[in-house]
């Protein structure tokens, strides 16, 4: 190989280089803004987490004959409507197991933890159009603190399959309400609500959020969050997959339905 040729080879080899540190350094500071930002308000979003390829392989897999889409049960809201999920413990060798694995979703959460994170549970929830019904306000720990999980080192990874905004049931999340720790819930039918006077705290002092979420975004949140999704009275479906993590050092100190 003449002079010319081998430089321009190295020339090439250190671009790529350059190229592979610059996303790394790029993503290390991003990883730090999210760490920031999940601390601060209790939640982040990741636009465009997944490519639209991806999506369409998570939609396919959720609605393919057998598919977890098939295994859905419903659960009413206490208000004339129900939404339809699929939950299951154990993350598969398939496209959705894969999801629950990969660093953008486990390794992200692993960052805004702060330390190694366990596939909790999975569940697909399905809010059909002009049927799907509300979830009440409350925090996830809220269920998971019964489980034995000592204490809330949890979060879960919210994967919008479908467009998500206020009109067929998005969700809303109180900015910061992660900091006011545990709040007593009452159980209402199928669901857990929290304390209407802390809730009214919260709303007073805090601010409320509705997301708005294309196919792909992700919103990743502590299980501390207060966060409510109203009823879909669209003319859309509204489909997102639940990712929930727990810390490994948080191991549940009862046996349960989830590992």
């Keep these: 190989m003449s002079y010319k040729r081998r430089a321009a080879a190295a020339a090439t080899a250190l671009a790529a280089l350059a190229a592979v540190a610059a996303r790394a350094t790029a993503w290390h500071f991003r990883r730090r803004t999210l760490q920031r930002d999940f601390a601060r308000d209790g939640y982040v979003i990741v636009r465009?987490?997944?490519?639209?390829?991806?999506?369409?392989?998570?939609?396919?897999?959720?609605?393919?004959?057998?598919?977890?889409?098939?295994?859905?049960?419903?659960?009413?809201?206490?208000?004339?409507?129900?939404?339809?999920?699929?939950?299951?413990?154990?993350?598969?060798?398939?496209?959705?197991?894969?999801?629950?694995?990969?660093?953008?979703?486990?390794?992200?959460?692993?960052?805004?933890?702060?330390?190694?994170?366990?596939?909790?549970?999975?569940?697909?929830?399905?809010?059909?159009?002009?049927?799907?019904?509300?979830h009440l306000w409350h925090q996830d720990y809220g269920y998971w603190v019964n489980n034995g999980c000592a204490f809330p080192r949890m979060g879960t990874m919210f994967l919008a399959v479908d467009r998500i905004d206020a009109e067929n049931g998005g969700l809303r999340v109180i900015k910061g309400s992660h900091e006011m720790g545990l709040v007593q819930h009452g159980v209402g039918g199928a669901q857990a609500e929290v304390d209407p006077t802390r809730l009214a705290y919260a709303k007073r002092l805090l601010e409320t959020v509705q997301l708005e979420l294309a196919p792909g975004d992700a919103v990743f949140f502590h299980s501390l969050l207060l966060h409510a999704s109203d009823q879909n009275k669209s003319d859309r479906r509204r489909w997102a997959i639940l990712v929930a993590y727990n810390r490994v050092d948080n191991d549940p100190l009862i046996d349960h339905h989830h590992p």
């Design 48 to 134: 465009g987490l997944l490519t639209a390829e991806e999506v369409a392989r998570v939609n396919a897999s959720c609605s393919a004959e057998g598919g977890v889409a098939s295994h859905a049960y419903g659960r009413d809201d206490g208000l004339g409507r129900r939404t339809r999920l699929s939950l299951w413990n154990h993350p598969g060798n398939d496209v959705l197991g894969a999801l629950a694995r990969i660093p953008r979703t486990r390794g992200l959460m692993e960052w805004l933890l702060g330390g190694e994170v366990y596939h909790y549970h999975s569940k697909l929830m399905m809010k059909d159009a002009r049927t799907g019904g509300a």
